[in-house]
């Protein structure tokens, strides 16, 4: 069975930083490229950020370029994001899910930026 | 980046009518390898979205025939035939044809 698990979520203040975790399990993870898409509280899908499976590829919503980093450790089978300079429009339940087909997706991780 | 336009913004149906949501696309999503790679999830309140149609218009495993996906290039269409209490939620297309992938922005299905 295929999981995602999103962790590394919580409150954190203005300008702070924080890395988000997303461990998969149940598919060879270094097969398939991720993405991390958020939604803040009331609204749409947005999505965050890409990496192909061997980190070649890497792209970024422009809301989040310069800020955020996304990678992955394909030996531990984990995906993370980076978060740096955080705002409060940063705040978001933010998702990890498989690329191309978005047919998996983790339960996500909670991000509260506040002061 | 490509743009998903999501029409109408919120449906109403009542239980058993039979509604479509459409998705239009700024650009062709046709890949050069042939396939055309527009999704459609559903996400229940409070739940993570779920893929109900992908490549158009496979049906994803566990999805009842009641949804179906059509279209090409530029203009798809999710219809679901016989609307259920189950299938209250938010619908996105979703595109992964050009990078970077790109959501539509939301069709919200209420009971009337």
């Known amino acids: 069975e295929v999981q995602l698990v999103e962790s590394g979520g919580g409150l954190v203040q203005p300008g702070r930083s924080l890395k988000l975790s997303c461990v998969a399990s149940?598919?060879?993870?270094?097969?398939?490229?991720m993405n991390w898409i958020r939604q803040a509280p009331g609204k749409g899908l947005e999505w965050v950020a890409y990496?192909?499976?061997?980190?070649?590829?890497?792209y970024y919503a422009e809301t989040v370029k310069g800020r955020f980093t996304i990678s992955r450790d394909n030996a531990k089978n984990t995906l993370y994001l980076q978060m740096t300079s955080l705002r409060s429009e940063d705040t978001a339940l933010y998702y990890c899910?498989?690329?191309?087909?978005?047919?998996?997706w983790g339960q996500g991780t909670l991000v509260t930026v506040s002061s | 980046d490509v743009v998903l336009t999501q029409t109408p913004p919120t449906l109403s149906a009542t239980i058993g009518q039979s509604v479509s949501i459409s998705c239009r696309s700024s650009?062709?999503?046709?890949?050069?390898?042939?396939?055309?790679?527009l999704n459609w999830l559903l996400q229940r309140p409070g739940q993570p979205p779920q893929l109900l149609i992908y490549?158009?218009?496979r049906l994803e495993s566990g999805v009842p025939n009641r949804f179906s996906g059509s279209g090409s290039g530029t203009d798809f269409t999710l219809k679901i035939s016989g609307v259920e209490a189950e299938d209250l939620g938010v619908y996105y297309c979703?595109?992964?044809?050009?990078?970077?992938?790109?959501f539509g922005g939301g069709t919200k299905l209420e009971l009337k």
């Open positions: 990496i192909s499976s061997g980190s070649s590829y890497i």
């Open positions: 149940g598919f060879t993870f270094s097969n398939y490229g």
């Open positions: 979703v595109q992964s044809t050009h990078a970077p992938p790109t």
């Open positions: 899910a498989r690329h191309p087909l978005f047919a998996y």
């Open positions: 650009q062709s999503l046709l890949h050069s390898n042939g396939n055309t790679y």
């Open positions: 490549l158009v218009s």
